[in-house]
């Protein structure tokens, strides 16, 4: 399958149009990664935001800690899009893995351009943030009780 084909499966495009699935898929490039190569690094700077479409990535801490793993569909490095600040984990490929990468900007000039598209995306990654906080939270929770 082509990147438009496998972007479809993301949650980051849940409720797009096929055009603007394919407005979303023109601003991305396809990127293959060998399994425990990294692909985003802790303290670097985010400028992009990927789309696991095959394979599956681990995220960990600096300290080696895997807080996440994520299959297809999932979207990461998507903070990248709401300010230029330092990644705040690793991602590596766990197997082979095939990614679609978009620059903030290009993603945010796309999201200004056509704010129908740009409500939906940002809802979707809204949910997947909210997601992300209430499970570290219960992760939080779960650390504090056994002290």
């Known amino acids: 399958m082509g990147l438009l084909e496998n972007l479809r499966h993301s949650y980051l495009v849940e409720g797009l149009t096929n055009d603007e699935i394919a407005a ?3 601003v991305a490039d396809e990127m293959s990664f060998a399994a425990d190569e990294d692909i985003i690094r802790e303290g ?4 992009e935001i990927y789309v696991l479409l095959e394979g599956k990535v681990r995220v960990t801490t600096s300290t080696g800690e895997i807080i996440a793993r994520l299959g297809p569909g ?9 300010q230029h600040d330092e990644r705040t984990a690793t991602v590596t490929a766990d197997s082979a893995a095939v990614l679609a990468r978009a620059s903030a900007s290009s993603l945010n000039a796309l ?3 056509n704010p129908g598209a740009g409500v939906k995306v940002l809802r979707n990654l809204g949910k997947t943030l909210c997601q992300r906080l209430r499970s570290s939270n219960v992760q939080l929770e779960a650390v504090l009780a056994s002290l």
């Open 111 to 113: 999201i200004d351009s």
């Open 74 to 82: 999932a979207v990461f490095g998507e903070l990248a899009l709401f």
């Open 24 to 26: 979303v898929a023109s």
């Open 44 to 47: 670097e700077l985010a400028t």
